[in-house]
């Protein structure tokens, strides 16, 4: 052991520290519960018909002190592993052997009842709380960044603290050409994926990502990021290395980026890696412009966005009586889904007609095995507002399709175990929304769906 901890002292501490100390984020959290507990059994014994806690006081002393012992040791052997504030790390240290300190004070009055003057007993209970909590502050600073616990406070608590107003969020973008590369792209995804472990605080590799000018500045083994050069950018060689590789980022367990993610990164180092400017300046190709949309919540349906009226209510008991179920979908608006799958009555022109009067509200149309015919699809497909629509194990075939060319808002369309076939290739194209089709068990064959495969963004469910 004495070789091990002699080891320890040179540049690289011995593994078995380091594994050691990895277990004390998880030992940490008993001796918190302990001192608490007993500091809160110290308080209510004062009253009589709490007295009797008082003769197990000492056994929680005892327990807390015994844990923050451990603690404090695996805390140390975990300090070995570097990154981390030293000024921060000083006083987690030492707060930390004040709370052993005190504690082990408190289990020695408590177990010898040893009378101290002047209020001693309650301040040195005072101090062990104090001293719990600031420390569990400092190793919170200490993982997450010095701001971690302040930073959703009121301003007023903020400056209090001595820390500025929090800094204004910015606003969200809403069309392609207002989004800044670094501010809206890059910098989120540095914030949500890397600054936990890259921060001043937590300075893992020597490498800060809170800012473009740190992440510049590279880490211990220098520059993470080449512009214009991707080969030579270790960032985006350890974001795109195997999970189970040692040199994988994100690390300790954290989720990976996701494709989106990579494919962004590395695209903006290929472009050189700006520190500001629109991201349509810098000429990307269309596959970017649409990863983008989609990363930024671009390309989402506009309708959801409209506020509409309130359904009639005689329309709605029209509809009830007819066989329809109403559903409302979202609380601070009116849209609906239209059940009639469930009916034991038959589907008329009378029930197409009366939807077209709440052609507005109805976003979802649930008509599966409903008798539903190529005639009706004529009414059906003047619901422009259709989100959703289920159509399956209905007699309809490419004729009837063809009413629904014009649902620029669809996004989901089931035809299974419908006679639809061909027609799909001139129908599909024109649903530009469409992000799902179902066509298990129809008359199309795999040469219609290979050729509906090549809109990209369309899932195709097909046996």
Same mark, same amino acid.
């Given at each position: 052991?004495?070789?091990?901890?002699?080891?320890?002292?040179?540049?690289?501490?011995? *593994?078995?520290?380091?594994? @050691?100390?990895?277990?004390?984020?998880?030992?940490?959290?008993?001796?918190?519960?302990?001192?608490?507990?007993?500091?809160?059994?110290?308080?209510?014994?004062?009253?009589?018909?709490?007295?009797?806690?008082?003769?197990?006081?000492?056994?929680?002393?005892?327990?807390?002190?015994?844990?923050?012992?451990?603690?404090?040791?695996?805390?140390? @052997?975990?300090?070995?592993?570097?990154?981390?504030?030293?000024?921060?790390?000083?006083?987690?240290?030492?707060?930390?052997?004040?709370?052993?300190? @005190?504690?082990?004070?408190?289990?020695?009055?408590?177990?010898?009842?040893?009378?101290?003057?002047?209020?001693?007993?309650?301040?040195?209970?005072?101090?062990?709380?104090?001293?719990?909590?600031?420390?569990?502050?400092?190793?919170?600073?200490?993982?997450?960044?010095?701001?971690?616990?302040?930073?959703?406070?009121?301003?007023?608590?903020?400056?209090?603290?001595?820390?500025?107003?929090?800094?204004?969020?910015?606003?969200?973008?809403?069309?392609?050409?207002?989004?800044?590369?670094?501010?809206?792209?890059?910098?989120?995804?540095?914030?949500?994926?890397?600054?936990?472990?890259?921060?001043?605080?937590?300075?893992?590799?020597?490498?800060?990502?809170?800012?473009?000018?740190?992440?510049?500045?590279?880490?211990?083994?220098?520059?993470?990021?080449?512009?214009?050069?991707?080969?030579?950018?270790?960032?985006?060689?350890?974001?795109?290395?195997?999970?189970?590789?040692?040199?994988?980022?994100?690390?300790?367990?954290?989720?990976?980026?996701?494709?989106?993610?990579?494919?962004?990164?590395?695209?903006?180092?290929?472009?050189?890696?700006?520190?500001?400017?629109?991201?349509?300046?810098?000429?990307?190709?269309?596959?970017?412009?649409?990863?983008?949309?989609?990363?930024?919540?671009?390309?989402?349906?506009?309708?959801?966005?409209?506020?509409?009226?309130?359904?009639?209510?005689?329309?709605?008991?029209?509809?009830?009586?007819?066989?329809?179920?109403?559903?409302?979908?979202?609380? *601070?608006?009116?849209?609906?889904?239209?059940?009639?799958?469930?009916?034991?009555?038959? @589907?008329?022109?009378?029930?197409?007609?009366?939807?077209?009067?709440?052609?507005?509200?109805?976003?979802?149309?649930?008509?599966?095995?409903?008798?539903?015919?190529?005639?009706?699809?004529?009414?059906?497909?003047?619901?422009?507002?259709?989100?959703?629509?289920?159509?399956?194990?209905?007699?309809?075939?490419?004729?009837?399709?063809?009413?629904?060319?014009?649902?620029?808002?669809?996004?989901?369309?089931?035809?299974?175990?419908?006679?639809?076939?061909?027609?799909?290739?001139?129908?599909?194209?024109?649903?530009?929304?469409?992000?799902?089709?179902?066509?298990?068990?129809?008359?199309?064959?795999?040469?219609?769906?290979?050729?509906?495969?090549?809109?990209?963004?369309?899932?195709?469910?097909? *046996?």
């Amino acid at each position: 052991m004495l070789t091990i901890l002699l080891n320890s002292a040179g540049e690289a501490p011995a *593994d078995i520290l380091i594994f @050691f100390g990895r277990i004390h984020p998880l030992v940490v959290h008993l001796p918190i519960g302990f001192l608490l507990l007993a500091a809160l059994v110290e308080v209510v014994a004062k009253k009589p018909q709490f007295q009797p806690l008082g003769n197990f006081t000492h056994y929680l002393w005892a327990l807390g002190s015994l844990s923050a012992l451990v603690a404090v040791v695996l805390g140390y @052997f975990l300090s070995l592993s570097g990154d981390y504030n030293e000024n921060t790390l000083f006083w987690h240290k030492w707060v930390g052997v004040a709370v052993f300190a @005190f504690s082990l004070g408190c289990y020695y009055i408590s177990k010898k009842q040893v009378k101290l003057p002047f209020y001693g007993k309650s301040l040195l209970i005072a101090l062990v709380v104090f001293a719990v909590f600031y420390t569990g502050h400092l190793g919170g600073n200490l993982t997450h960044g010095s701001t971690y616990l302040l930073e959703y406070a009121p301003n007023v608590v903020r400056n209090l603290a001595g820390m500025p107003d929090k800094a204004v969020p910015r606003k969200k973008v809403t069309v392609l050409d207002s989004a800044d590369v670094y501010l809206d792209l890059i910098s989120p995804i540095m914030d949500s994926r890397c600054v936990s472990c890259h921060n001043k605080d937590k300075k893992k590799g020597d490498l800060d990502l809170t800012t473009f000018a740190h992440l510049m500045a590279g880490g211990e083994n220098g520059e993470i990021l080449i512009p214009g050069d991707l080969n030579s950018s270790d960032l985006y060689r350890r974001i795109t290395l195997p999970e189970s590789h040692d040199d994988f980022m994100p690390s300790e367990g954290k989720p990976p980026l996701s494709e989106e993610e990579v494919a962004l990164i590395g695209w903006w180092i290929s472009a050189q890696a700006p520190a500001e400017g629109y991201f349509t300046a810098l000429n990307p190709e269309q596959e970017m412009k649409d990863l983008v949309e989609k990363y930024l919540g671009l390309d989402q349906n506009k309708l959801l966005n409209q506020q509409v009226e309130a359904p009639n209510t005689n329309v709605v008991d029209s509809l009830t009586n007819l066989g329809f179920i109403l559903n409302p979908l979202m609380i *601070d608006n009116h849209f609906l889904e239209a059940n009639f799958s469930l009916s034991e009555q038959e @589907f008329t022109d009378k029930s197409s007609e009366t939807l077209l009067l709440l052609k507005d509200q109805i976003i979802w149309l649930n008509l599966s095995n409903s008798g539903i015919e190529d005639g009706h699809l004529q009414k059906i497909g003047q619901l422009e507002n259709l989100i959703k629509l289920n159509l399956s194990k209905n007699d309809i075939s490419d004729e009837g399709l063809t009413h629904l060319s014009n649902l620029s808002n669809l996004e989901s369309l089931n035809l299974y175990k419908t006679s639809i076939s061909v027609g799909l290739l001139e129908v599909i194209p024109k649903l530009t929304n469409l992000k799902r089709l179902y066509i298990s068990e129809t008359m199309a064959d795999s040469s219609v769906v290979n050729q509906l495969q090549q809109h990209k963004d369309l899932r195709i469910e097909f *046996d």
